[in-house]
């Protein structure tokens, strides 16, 4: 069953819907521990209830790239979400059940979509790599997205940005979520292109695709220096609900169906038989369902 708003929402910048966010949330922002021994940090993640994990005091020289070589020699199942030298916040996210499947089966359709036009060597699958920039003379900050990717071969290289990101997160707050989606765009130096986000709270899944524009102050014109105010702006958002009073159990989608930029994704205009990713109701119908029953 459907509930269909055919009109999308006005563009809203990262900044206002933050602010939004933090009084409206009904989450939590994910429990946080402070550094002292590796060991202690992975008996917390191991302990820790939701799919996320901040961290505080983490020096990048000595405790972040500790806790790396750990979690590579332990084969541990965690990412680094987000980490800030400056800040010594590193923001773990936990790979459970329900967090993959807000993110794995949207980025199986988009590829699904992409090899039906003929792309399945025009694309890289960059996964949850990490991707790092240096900040100062000794320290660093770094992403570790959940699904990601880009067009080969412009984005081949090894180290390369994604063009698309896709963010997932249940007990992270839709604030705190929306901070890190800013960073991809600004740790990148706006190589990111597109960054979608998957939040559950319990009763509601929202999808909600962030783009950039730039935001020219009021007077001024546009100029080559114009990448210096590149804003994040929310271009859709969708929320999925489920209706337990229908025999089966269905679920309502508003707003339309989902649709990702060809054009932000390859860097380049769509060709013959080539054209816009588009996730149909019953696409996000089903993929609710696959959600759901990982709760």
Do not use: C
Not at 222 to 239: K, Y
């Amino acid at each position: 069953m459907t509930s269909i708003t055919s009109r999308p929402p006005p563009a809203v910048s990262l900044s206002a819907a933050s602010t939004s966010a933090s009084t409206s949330s009904a989450v939590l922002d994910p429990p946080a521990v402070r550094f002292t021994k590796t060991q202690d940090l992975f008996d917390a993640i191991y302990h820790t209830r939701g799919d996320s994990l901040t961290v505080t005091s983490i020096m990048y020289l000595t405790n972040f790239t500790k806790i790396e070589r750990a979690r590579e020699k332990q084969g541990r199942k965690f990412r680094f979400r987000d980490y800030d030298s400056n800040s010594q916040i590193l923001i773990i996210t936990i790979t459970t059940d329900l967090h993959e499947e807000l993110h794995k089966r949207l980025y199986d359709e988009l590829i699904g979509q992409i090899r039906d036009m003929g792309l399945k060597n025009g694309w890289r699958n960059i996964g949850s790599a990490k991707r790092l920039t240096q900040q100062g003379h000794s320290g660093r900050s770094g992403k570790e997205g959940d699904s990601t990717g880009g067009p080969d071969p412009q984005r081949a290289a090894k180290g390369a940005w994604p063009t698309l990101v896709i963010e997932a997160g249940f007990s992270q707050s839709l604030g705190s979520l929306r901070l890190a989606i800013q960073r991809w765009f600004s740790l990148s130096n706006h190589e990111v292109k597109v960054v979608l986000l998957a939040k559950f709270n319990g009763t509601t899944i929202l999808l909600e695709k962030w783009e950039e524009e730039i935001q020219v102050r009021p007077g001024a014109t546009t100029t080559r220096h114009s990448f210096q105010h590149l804003t994040p702006v929310l271009r859709q958002s969708i929320t999925i609900t489920q209706n337990t009073t229908t025999n089966p159990i269905s679920y309502n989608v508003t707003r339309g169906a989902l649709v990702l930029s060809f054009r932000l994704l390859f860097l380049r205009d769509p060709g013959h038989g080539e054209g816009d990713f588009v996730f149909s109701l019953q696409e996000l119908e089903e993929y609710a369902k696959k959600v759901w029953a990982q709760v």
